[in-house]
């Protein structure tokens, strides 16, 4: 995308009514947890620090001393920084405060820790070699990598939920970056980038001289990261923190030291004066109205001929089924068959079926969840001479997909998932073409097997539909149904 303005490095922001799509229900009570900040409440009563709060803006708590608060995914740990021992260093904490552990000691000063999705590693920034860098530590503190090494500054590093990226800011301009240091891409220019739950969707915000108004002003921008669609909210803001169920914000004050949620249609101002903030993701085992089966795979239909629907009835069927119906049967494909009668010339010797299955995938690491998809159908013959079929089939069925990422639970509207299944003769002399195709979900729409959704997919029919009059499955337009999910009885 094309470079803006150039803005100021100073971060602020204005506060007004954010730019989120209404929401269907108010967030809270909702599936996000607590917020955890960094600042002073009521002072000079309360001491700086570490604090815990409902989005709400109830049940403050002091926790420790430090800044950059950051929850681990499961929502149990705080990971932040401290000054404690003289210069800045990591720790983490339970979230009530308890078990707190010193990760890194170094005479430099480590801050902005962030943790990866699967809870195992934690990136940071130091100036342990002279300028801000970015390193990557196991969660107990071992194994401290640095992944950056550039003149520059690499500021306020954030791990996304997928665990592909890392954004980070150097002060005018926002970047992300693999885990291992790899790939550094520059995304735009901004500051204090957030990653929403979805994951592709970068926020950030900017700020730039407007002329008209002869001042400085700020906005939240929001980059996805995989297409390059770039958006802006309807107002400026500073340092924005997208809830775990995607619904509600949380951003900074122009003047520093407010926060503000706006959680459609309602917006509000927390109790406090705060610099930085983190919102707690619930345990998956936490209270959900996303409702799930223990198990529901494999999945598995056999495939039968299709006949048209009858319409136009022209006769009875046979008692005990005496409703209306067609004689004689016509099928939808007017140019392949599977097999008439039971015998010569076009034995019934067709089987086929679809079969979803399902691989979990194991947690943590690489995502490798999977669906594996594998569709048959034999005997498949030209209708005009019982030949065998040289083209391709093509498969569909359409899902309507229900899931939990995270905290975040959602129903798809209903989308359509397409695979071709190629066709090959058989050395049976008797028997037509062999289509068949195994496949995957994420082969078909990559990322979509996404490790630990807790998804349901209710599915309507599979269709399978033949070439059309080219032979020829990729061309659509052309296509006739051939067969469908059904059981035959003998």
Same mark, same amino acid.
């Given at each position: 995308?094309?470079?803006?303005?150039?803005?100021?490095?100073?971060?602020?922001?204005?506060?007004?009514t954010?730019?989120?799509?209404?929401?269907?229900?108010?967030?809270f009570?909702?599936?996000?947890?607590k917020?955890?900040?960094?600042?002073?409440y009521?002072?000079?009563?309360?001491p !700086?620090?570490?604090?815990?709060?409902?989005?709400?803006?109830n049940?403050?708590?002091?926790?420790?001393?430090g800044?950059?608060?950051?929850?681990?995914p =499961?929502?149990?740990?705080?990971?932040? /920084?401290?000054?404690?021992?003289?210069?800045?260093?990591?720790?983490?904490?339970?979230?009530?405060?308890t078990?707190q552990?010193?990760?890194?000691?170094?005479?430099a000063?480590?801050?902005?820790?962030?943790?990866?999705?699967?809870?195992?590693?934690?990136?940071?920034?130091?100036? +342990?070699?002279?300028n801000?860098?970015?390193?990557?530590?196991?969660?107990? @503190?071992?194994?401290?990598?640095?992944?950056?090494?550039?003149? %520059?500054?690499?500021?306020?590093?954030?791990?996304?939920?997928?665990?592909? $990226?890392?954004?980070?800011?150097?002060?005018l301009?926002?970047s992300?970056?693999?885990?291992d240091?790899?790939?550094?891409?520059?995304?735009?220019?901004?500051?204090?980038p957030?990653?929403?739950?979805?994951?592709?969707?970068?926020?950030?915000?900017?700020?730039y001289?407007?002329?008209?108004?002869? =001042?400085?002003?700020?906005?939240l921008q929001?980059?996805d990261?995989?297409?390059?669609?770039y958006?802006?909210?309807?107002?400026? #803001?500073?340092?924005?923190?997208? #809830?775990?169920?995607?619904?509600?914000?949380?951003?900074?004050?122009?003047? %520093?030291?407010?926060?503000y949620?706006?959680?459609?249609?309602?917006?509000?101002?927390?109790?406090?004066? $705060? #610099?930085? /903030?983190?919102?707690?993701?619930?345990?998956?085992?936490?209270?959900s109205?996303?409702?799930?089966? /223990?198990? /529901?795979t494999?999945?598995?239909?056999?495939?039968?001929?299709?006949?048209?629907?009858?319409?136009t009835?022209?006769?009875t069927?046979?008692?005990?089924?005496?409703?209306?119906?067609?004689?004689?049967?016509v099928?939808?494909?007017?140019?392949?068959?599977?097999?008439? %009668?039971?015998?010569?010339?076009?034995?019934?010797l067709?089987?086929g079926?679809? +079969?979803?299955?399902?691989?979990p995938?194991?947690?943590?690491? !690489? =995502?490798?969840?999977?669906?594996?998809?594998?569709?048959?159908?034999?005997?498949?013959?030209?209708?005009s001479d019982?030949?065998?079929y040289?083209?391709?089939? +093509?498969?569909?069925?359409?899902v309507r997909?229900?899931d939990?990422?995270?905290?975040?639970?959602?129903?798809?509207?209903?989308?359509?998932?397409?695979?071709?299944?190629?066709?090959?003769?058989?050395?049976?002399?008797?028997? @037509?073409?062999l289509?068949?195709?195994?496949?995957?979900?994420?082969?078909?729409?990559?990322?979509?097997?996404a490790?630990?959704?807790?998804a349901?997919w209710?599915?309507?029919?599979? +269709?399978?539909?033949? &070439? &059309?009059?080219?032979?020829d499955?990729?061309?659509? @337009?052309d296509?006739?149904?051939?067969?469908?999910?059904?059981?035959?009885?003998?």
């Open positions: 995308m094309a470079r803006r303005p150039r803005r100021l490095a100073l971060f602020f922001a204005l506060v007004a954010f730019g989120l799509p209404p929401a269907a229900h108010a967030t009570p909702g599936e996000n947890g917020l955890a900040l960094s600042g002073v009521d002072p000079p009563q309360n !700086a620090g570490i604090y815990t709060m409902n989005p709400d803006g049940d403050i708590v002091y926790l420790t001393s800044t950059g608060p950051a929850w681990s =499961d929502g149990t740990k705080i990971a932040f /920084a401290t000054d404690r021992d003289g210069n800045s260093e990591i720790y983490s904490m339970n979230g009530d405060g078990g552990l010193r990760l890194t000691s170094n005479p000063g480590d801050v902005a820790p962030s943790w990866s999705p699967d809870g195992q590693k934690i990136v940071f920034q130091t100036n +342990r070699d002279g801000n860098e970015l390193y990557v530590m196991n969660a107990d @503190g071992t194994g401290q990598t640095r992944i950056t090494h550039t003149p %520059g500054s690499e500021l306020a590093p954030k791990w996304s939920p997928g665990g592909t $990226w890392i954004a980070f800011d150097d002060g301009e926002i992300t970056i693999r885990p240091g790899s790939d550094r891409t520059f995304r735009l220019e901004g500051g204090s957030s990653w929403a739950p979805n994951g592709h969707d970068l926020w950030s915000y900017y700020i001289y407007d002329e008209s108004l002869e =001042d400085y002003v700020s906005e929001i980059l990261v995989e297409t390059g669609a958006d802006t909210s309807t107002v400026g #803001s500073a340092d924005p923190v997208v #809830s775990p169920d995607g619904e509600a914000i949380l951003h900074g004050s122009l003047s %520093g030291g407010a926060k949620i706006h959680d459609p249609p309602q917006g509000y101002q927390l109790p406090g004066s $705060w #610099s930085t /903030a983190d919102w707690q993701p619930l345990p998956v085992d936490s209270a109205t996303h409702a799930r089966p /223990a198990g /529901a494999p999945f598995r239909v056999p495939l039968v001929p299709a006949a048209r629907q009858c319409t009835p022209n006769r069927h046979a008692e005990p089924l005496a409703f209306p119906s067609c004689n004689p049967p099928p939808e494909s007017p140019h392949l068959t599977v097999g008439v %009668g039971d015998g010569d010339p076009a034995p019934a067709s089987i079926f679809v +079969r979803l299955s399902v691989r995938g194991v947690p943590g690491g !690489a =995502d490798d969840a999977e669906v594996v998809i594998r569709s048959r159908l034999s005997n498949v013959m030209r209708t019982l030949s065998e040289p083209g391709d089939l +093509r498969a569909s069925v359409r997909l229900t939990k990422q995270g905290a975040v639970s959602q129903t798809t509207q209903g989308f359509p998932l397409e695979w071709e299944m190629p066709c090959a003769s058989t050395a049976a002399t008797n028997e @037509g073409s289509c068949e195709a195994t496949t995957t979900l994420d082969a078909l729409i990559p990322g979509a097997a490790e630990g959704t807790r349901n209710a599915l309507d029919p599979v +269709r399978i539909y033949d &070439g &059309g009059p080219d032979e499955a990729a061309t659509t @337009g296509n006739s149904l051939l067969a469908t999910q059904g059981v035959f009885v003998p």
